[in-house]
C-alpha cells in the first residue's frame, strides 16, 4: 500500500494550535487580524491606521461652545516576520499527526512562541512611561502592586482584564508577602493562559521568564534642565541643557513641577508626569530628546500640569519617577489593562503554483506553512511563517514595576 504523505492544511492547524497555546502575553492583550490581506497577502511594511478614542474639553455655563470632532489615528506597521524552517524526511511525512507533532512541531512551535513574545514585550514596554518602584533593586512587594494598580486607576484603565507579569523571582516576594491575600490560580482557570499563578491586587498574575531587563543609558544624572515655556501642546521633543553620557529608549524620567492629569478632569493628580525616551540618544551641548508620547498642556488632550508654564527646570532620571542609576539593569515587571498594548497578524502573499502550501487564522493570528521537494537530498523544506506587527496604544493603561 502506498504512503500518505501528512497534508500541509493538517501541519500548519496543528503548527497554529500549538504556538496559539505556548502564547502567555499575546493572549493577555488585544489581538486583531487584518482581514483586508485575506485574498493577496500583506508584505512588509504594510502600515494599519487604529482609532484613536475622541477627547472633549466641557463648557461652563449656557453659552455655546462648540468644538470640531477632529478623530485622529496611530500608524501600526506589520513589520516583523518570525519563522521556524524544518527539512522533514519523507518517512517523517508519513507519521501520523500526533507523532509528527510531538517529535517535530510541538518542540518548534515552543521556541517560535518564545521568540515571537520576546519581541512584542520588548517592542511594547519602552513606550510606558509609568514607572513605580519603591526600591531599586529590591524585588516587588503587595505594596508595589497596588501602587501599580492606582496608577492604572489614575488613568482610567477599565477595572477588569488587567494583568500582572513578572519572573518567577519577583513572584515569589509577591506571593510570599501577600499569601493570606492570595486568590489561587483555580479562579482563573478558565482564561487558558499558561502561567497564571493567581490573582493579586485585581491582577491576573501571570509568571514568564520575558519579562523584561532594561538597562538605563550612562547619562549624567546631574540634572540638566528644560526650559517649559518652550514646551507647545504636541511637541514630542524636549530641548534641554546638555549633559554627560547617553539615553536609552525606555529610561523614564520626570521634569520638576510638571504633573500628570487626570484624563476627563485635566486636574493635576498630584504625581510628576513621566516621560519615557522613545530612541536611543547621545548627549551632547544642547540636547533633544525624543520621548515616546507627545505632551499637550492645554485643550481636550491635556495630559500635563503645570502651575504656570514658566521657567527653567530639573529632569531628574533617578528618585521617584525615574529609571534609576544610569548604566544600571533593572526587571521591569508590567502591570497593564488589556487594551493597552495590540497585537496585529496579518497574511503573507502565498507563492503561485506551490502544491504544498497552506495559510490559517486562529483568534488573532496568521500562519503560512510553504513546502517542496528537494531533489538533490529527497527531503521535504517547509518554512513556517507569522507576520505580525505590535503597539503600545494607550500607555496610560500600564504601568512597569521596577526590581
Known amino acids: 500500500m502506498a504512503s500518505t504523505y501528512l497534508t500541509p492544511e493538517e501541519i500548519t492547524r496543528t503548527a497554529l494550535a500549538e504556538l496559539h497555546n505556548e502564547l502567555m502575553f499575546i493572549k493577555s492583550i488585544d489581538r486583531q487580524y487584518d482581514n483586508s490581506f485575506a485574498k493577496s497577502g500583506a508584505k512588509i511594511g504594510d502600515t494599519l491606521r487604529i482609532r484613536e478614542p475622541n477627547q472633549f474639553t466641557v463648557r461652563d455655563g449656557m453659552v455655546m461652545d462648540v468644538q470640531d470632532v477632529t478623530e485622529t489615528k496611530q500608524d501600526l506597521v506589520i513589520s516583523t516576520v518570525r519563522g521556524i524552517d524544518l527539512d522533514c524526511s519523507s518517512l517523517e511525512l508519513t507519521l501520523d499527526i500526533d507523532n509528527f507533532n510531538q517529535r517535530i512541531i510541538k518542540p518548534a512551535m515552543l521556541r517560535l512562541a518564545a521568540d515571537v513574545e ?17 526600591a531599586f533593586g529590591t524585588k516587588p512587594v503587595l505594596a508595589d502592586v497596588l501602587a501599580a494598580r492606582a496608577l492604572l486607576a489614575q488613568g482610567h484603565a477599565p477595572r477588569t482584564e488587567k494583568y500582572l507579569m513578572t519572573d518567577s523571582l519577583a513572584s515569589n516576594s509577591i506571593i510570599t508577602d501577600s499569601k493570606s491575600l492570595y486568590n489561587p490560580s483555580s479562579e482563573v482557570s478558565k482564561q487558558y493562559l499558561d502561567g497564571i499563578v493567581g490573582r493579586v491586587g485585581g491582577f491576573n498574575h501571570m509568571e514568564s521568564e520575558l519579562t523584561p531587563v532594561h538597562t538605563n543609558g550612562s547619562r549624567d544624572d546631574t540634572t540638566p534642565v528644560i526650559d517649559i515655556s518652550t514646551i507647545a501642546n504636541g511637541d514630542t521633543a524636549l530641548v534641554t541643557t546638555g549633559a554627560d553620557g547617553t539615553y536609552k529608549a525606555g529610561d523614564v524620567f520626570t521634569i520638576a513641577d510638571v504633573y500628570e ?20 540618544h547621545t548627549n551632547d551641548a544642547t540636547d533633544t530628546l525624543n520621548i515616546t508620547w507627545p505632551i499637550y498642556i492645554s485643550g481636550p488632550k491635556q495630559n500635563a500640569y503645570a502651575a504656570a508654564w514658566t521657567g527653567s527646570k530639573a529632569i531628574v532620571n533617578v528618585a521617584a519617577g525615574g529609571s534609576g542609576t544610569a548604566s544600571t539593569a533593572y526587571r521591569n515587571s508590567l502591570a497593564y489593562h488589556k487594551n493597552a498594548f495590540t497585537f496585529v497578524s496579518a497574511d503573507l502573499e502565498m507563492p503561485k503554483g506551490e502544491d504544498f502550501a497552506y495559510r490559517m487564522v486562529q483568534e488573532g493570528i496568521s500562519m503560512s506553512l510553504v513546502g517542496s521537494f528537494n531533489i538533490v537530498n529527497r527531503t521535504f523544506p517547509l518554512r513556517i511563517d507569522v507576520l505580525f ?13 521596577c526590581s
Do not use: H
Not at 118 to 134: A, L, M, R, S
Not at 389 to 401: L, S
Open 389 to 401: 506587527g505590535y503597539k503600545c496604544v494607550i500607555p496610560q493603561w500600564a504601568c512597569r514595576i
Open 118 to 134: 520576546k519581541t512584542v514585550i520588548d517592542g511594547v514596554y519602552p513606550y510606558v512611561p509609568k514607572f513605580e518602584n519603591t
Open 261 to 280: 492629569v487626570d484624563p476627563e478632569t485635566k486636574t493635576s493628580t498630584g504625581e510628576l508626569k513621566q516621560f519615557s525616551m522613545a530612541e536611543d
